[in-house]
Antibody
């Protein structure tokens, strides 16, 4: 069955970097666009970024543009989110999601704190 | 402040029908389809409705969606206690910086 497993979260100081990964299985990864969506503690969902099936098109939320980079390795069935210049307001659970956000992973927690 | 506007809360008693609204603009709901997600406490979101009114397999037909102009609605009939959750609408936005947008979420309480 379709499975998405996020990893790479943790506690990081403001201004530092972190890379999240999302391992995909159970479907043809290279055929689908993929998203990152985050949820701050006690808050609603915030879309972060999307990448096309072949990596040629990427779109970002204004709140992360210029700091975060979405990428993928279709040979490894893995989605990535490189997060630079992290801020306290980036603290959230980060989910990866497939296609039109029809399947979601369980999420990985990122805490930005000194 | 979210681009799509939802009421922060809704409630109903078992068996009742409740609706949750989602208001947007011409650049998102007005020109693209709407998805709805259900998030049970402590879990990841789950797709409930896609393309305005389509249910993925496994979603009960108690859940239905509709869209008119720049607004969309989610209806839940025959309300059950397990429907108590947060509900979010989402749509692609064609504005200058193309991106997906979510509603702020509606917390549904089953009384």
């Amino acid at each position: 069955q379709v499975q998405l497993v996020e990893s790479g979260g943790g506690v990081v100081q403001p201004g530092r970097s972190l890379r999240l990964s999302c391992a995909a299985s159970g479907f043809t990864f290279s055929s689908y666009g993929m998203h990152w969506v985050r949820q701050a503690p006690g808050k609603g969902l915030e879309w972060v970024a999307v990448i096309s099936y072949d990596g040629s098109n990427k779109y970002y939320a204004d709140s992360v543009k210029g700091r975060f980079t979405i990428s993928r390795d279709n040979s490894k069935n893995t989605l990535y989110l490189q997060m630079n210049s992290l801020r306290a307001e980036d603290t959230a659970v980060y989910y990866c999601a497939l296609g039109y956000m029809d399947v979601w992973g369980k999420g990985t927690t990122v805490t930005v704190s000194s | 402040q979210s681009v799509l506007t939802q009421p922060p809360s809704a409630s109903g008693t078992p068996g009742q029908r409740v609706t949750i609204s989602c208001s947007g603009s011409s650049s998102n709901i007005g020109s693209n389809t709407v998805n709805w997600y259900q998030q049970l406490p402590g879990t990841a979101p789950k797709l409930l409705i896609y393309s305005n009114n389509q249910r993925p397999s496994g979603v009960p037909d108690r859940f239905s969606g509709s869209k008119s102009g720049t607004s969309a609605s989610l209806a839940i009939s025959g309300l059950q206690s397990e429907d108590e959750a947060d509900y979010y609408c989402a749509a692609w936005d064609d504005s200058l910086n193309a991106h997906w947008v979510f509603g702020g979420g509606t917390k549904l309480t089953v009384l």
